[in-house]
């Protein structure tokens, strides 16, 4: 449901879930590699997690978090929710670390011990049920880190079994020391924010596409920019880089893709932007653009941005900066 908590401790934010992070569960929930262990569901489109966001705000029985890492990354990095709450009893997890560069820094083992403190202080819960497939180490070890208790197991409905777990409040207080250093505030401004005071240097936002043969071939047709490096194979063979090239503004226009639709999002207005291309993108690369606050002048409210594309290697393709009026 929408509610208002935040909590934190050491380089961890939970906070309430808004529109603008959608596109990074959409994206993390559709990548197969990082949820095995999860009920298996068809692609998700924006649509579709947009009707998902809509069925959360309702829900009374539902609180969920976006997770922040805010130490290194400063931006979100996945989400946790407390769950099918009934009286003093809630279900916890539907944990998704999904940003690469949050991986190893214990983000979902603390995100989820912020999620269950906030409900064990504010929501009156008492107990939290979980499940965790057997196969899952890493998730069965955090769980059992935090005091969780096997009760029994089931079979998943992929193969193989989930362990049914159970943690009482006052083994989590036994189990945790640290406790007491949670921060944990309730902020009544809408989680939408209208004004300035919702940005602020260094928070991101991203997108990304593989992009292919009919991809260039399209843009090739509604622009006019028939190059033979991009739509002629043979000609293309013989250039510097041995292969038919993605257009450079085909792939910088996923930029405008992320500040149009999750970074600033649909409030802002493109100024201006200045660009580099740094490597050649080929068919089949996936590109990730990157939108990054560096300035505000909440007077004139422009945000400068700093504008980066990297491909499925890690490589950064392009770089630059931005303008826009929110």
């Not at 503004?249 to 500040?259: C, D, G, K, P, R």
């Amino acid at each position: 449901m929408l509610h208002n908590f935040y909590a934190e401790y050491l380089h961890i934010r939970i906070r309430p879930l808004v529109k603008t992070d959608l596109e990074y569960l959409r994206i993390w929930r559709n990548d197969k590699t990082m949820n095995q262990f999860l009920k298996p569901i068809d692609e998700i489109t924006p649509e579709m997690q947009k009707e998902w966001f809509d069925r959360e705000c309702k829900d009374p029985s539902s609180y969920t978090f976006a997770i922040e890492e805010i130490k290194d990354l400063n931006r979100i990095v996945g989400s946790v929710a407390i769950y099918d709450i009934k009286g003093k009893t809630a279900e916890a997890g539907k944990i998704v670390v999904g940003d690469p560069a949050a991986k190893g820094k214990k983000i979902g083992y603390y995100a989820l011990i912020l999620a269950m403190y906030v409900g064990y202080e504010k929501l009156g819960i008492e107990t939290y049920l979980g499940e965790v497939h057997e196969e899952n180490m890493s998730a069965k070890t955090n769980d059992l880190r935090m005091g969780f208790i096997v009760t029994g197991k089931h079979p998943f409905v992929t193969g193989g079994f989930e362990l049914e777990m159970k943690l009482p409040k006052k083994h989590f207080w036994k189990t945790h020391d640290f406790l007491s250093d949670i921060k944990v505030y309730e902020c009544n401004e809408p989680t939408e924010k209208k004004d300035m005071s919702g940005y602020k240097v260094g928070q991101t936002g991203r997108f990304s596409k593989t992009l292919m043969q009919s991809d260039v071939y399209n843009f090739a047709g509604i622009v006019g920019d028939f190059n033979p490096i991009h739509i002629n194979s043979v000609e293309a063979k013989k250039s510097v880089f041995g292969k038919q090239v993605v257009h450079g503004m085909l792939t910088a226009s996923l930029l405008s893709t992320v500040i149009g639709t999750i970074m600033p999002g649909e409030s802002s207005i493109y100024l201006s932007q200045e660009l580099k291309f740094l490597k050649p993108v080929f068919f089949g690369d996936t590109v990730t653009a990157e939108v990054s606050i560096k300035e505000i002048d909440r007077e004139k409210r422009i945000l400068t941005l700093l504008t980066e594309e990297f491909n499925q290697n890690g490589n950064k393709v392009v770089t630059g900066e931005a303008k826009v009026m929110v």
